[in-house]
């Protein structure tokens, strides 16, 4: 555990995930950072979050040349020979460049050599509407991965499990894609304590409730908790549950909610078609029919590439309006 002085109350993700990456490193020296632009004399990386790391460090954080396929099969073969490599890709859309080193070499190794060959690797990414990034620079390409056997998908939406998940990430026997949100970067938060951790694929309970149950996970659960509040002053209960991992889902903690509330709402910021909302909806469907007292409803993005335009980005994504009325569909 790190031994620098305590934690302020609050603190945003950002530093949380430094935190992380220091506290990681300094406890295991096979844990090594590369990407673009992340070692100190680059900046850093792009929002901060490597900031300190090559100066503390040294060698074992380094800034790659602009080839995701490139530095993505250099992390690859680091893990392979028992080093933990955290590797940033910029944004979410340029994990298009290395998909196959992703899913052709990271996620299938383990079963390729009969589970001799594990691959202990992180990939860190961030993405996210709402603030101008254009078609190719803001998608949510969880759904890709989800449906990829071999990788786990972690997206975080506050400080204390971006803290906690990325150190479990970290110390996985397998490849992790760690999926982060530019708006949830600057949201404060509480901050974690030092040195704990958070299992992989273990949903949590943001806020208990008996009418309805609201899943979301990154973005989405800075917009769920309001519309929970403004329904909460009316008598509408509404049990809310951060996913934290969308891959393994934790569908104990849902089908155990959506037994008691007997309706469901999915909301995520990534298109609707072919999303995790429609797995979630498939999965409570088969589990609980007879126990639904409505369909389950989905929240999403249009099914549009990413507007640059901001009236039409703020039509692309779902609102907190949508949220209210898919609440209120169940209840009627």
Request: aromatic content about 6%; some cysteine.
């Amino acid at each position: 555990m790190s031994t620098e002085t305590k934690a302020p109350a609050n603190i945003n993700l950002i530093q949380a995930l430094n935190w992380a990456l220091h506290d990681a490193m300094e406890a295991d020296e096979n844990v090594i950072v590369f990407g673009e632009e992340v070692a100190d004399p680059e900046g850093g990386g792009v929002v901060k979050i490597s900031s300190g790391l090559s100066t503390k460090y040294g060698s074992r954080v380094r800034s790659t040349p602009i080839s995701e396929m490139g530095f993505m099969g250099a992390a690859v073969g680091a893990a392979v020979v028992g080093m933990k490599p955290v590797v940033e890709i910029m944004l979410m859309n340029f994990v298009a460049v290395c998909m196959d080193q992703i899913t052709n070499h990271a996620a299938k190794l383990r079963f390729m050599s009969g589970g001799q060959t594990h691959v202990p690797m992180v990939i860190r990414t961030m993405t996210g509407s709402g603030i101008q990034n254009g078609g190719q620079h803001s998608d949510f390409l969880e759904a890709w991965f989800c449906h990829t056997p071999g990788i786990k998908v972690v997206m975080p939406s506050n400080p204390v499990d971006g803290y906690g998940l990325l150190r479990s990430a970290i110390d996985d026997p397998d490849p992790v894609l760690f999926v982060e949100h530019l708006k949830s970067y600057f949201a404060p938060g509480i901050a974690p304590e030092r040195g704990s951790k958070i299992p992989l694929g273990k949903a949590r309970i943001h806020k208990a409730g008996t009418d309805v149950t609201v899943i979301g996970y990154s973005r989405s659960m800075l917009d769920i908790p309001p519309v929970a509040a403004k329904l909460q002053a009316e008598g509408i209960s509404c049990e809310v549950i951060d996913l934290r991992t969308v891959s393994p889902l934790d569908m104990e903690t849902i089908l155990t909610s959506v037994k008691k509330t007997g309706r469901v709402v999915v909301v995520h910021e990534a298109v609707k078609s072919f999303g995790v909302g429609a797995e979630i909806s498939a999965r409570i469907h088969e589990a609980l029919f007879k126990e639904l007292k409505a369909p389950v409803q989905r929240v999403a993005s249009n099914d549009s590439p990413v507007p640059y335009a901001p009236p039409l980005e703020a039509a692309f994504l779902y609102s907190h309006a949508d949220i209210e009325a898919a609440i209120r569909r169940t209840l009627a």
